[in-house]
Nanobody, 122 residues
């Protein structure tokens, strides 16, 4: 089992920045892909970003150029740096790890955190 704990969410004005963290514990592995998803009220969960075990990154079009994902394998932690935040970025953000065959498909991930709320005011 792997436990994931997200932190760093909060309330920020449009145009502001936040950095989310997700610390993994338990049966961690540097071979995992580590991803971020989000879910806004009334919406389905959507893919945000992923970083592979080789540190390749992939982003949703909606966040490309504004968000950056990176990982610290020594700390078993993945981060999501979010700049230029918009009200439509408001959501609960979840981290996930696993061996996804399709990075954007949430069902392919094995473990999930509880989520951290990000609220962007206009």
């Amino acid at each position: 089992q792997v436990q994931l704990v997200e932190s760093g969410g909060g309330l920020v004005q449009a145009g502001g920045s936040l950095r989310l963290s997700c610390a993994a514990s338990g049966r961690t592995s540097t071979n995992y892909a580590m991803g971020w998803f989000r879910q806004a009220p009334g919406n389905e969960r959507e893919f945000v970003a992923v970083i592979s075990r080789t540190a390749s990154t992939y982003y949703a079009d909606s966040v490309k150029g504004r968000f950056a994902i990176f990982r610290d394998n020594a700390k078993n932690t993945v981060y999501l740096r979010m700049n230029g935040l918009k009200p439509e970025d408001t959501a609960v953000y979840y981290c996930a790890v696993g061996y996804p065959s399709d990075y954007v498909r949430g069902h392919d991930y094995d473990y999930w955190g509880q989520g951290t709320q990000v609220t962007v005011s206009s």
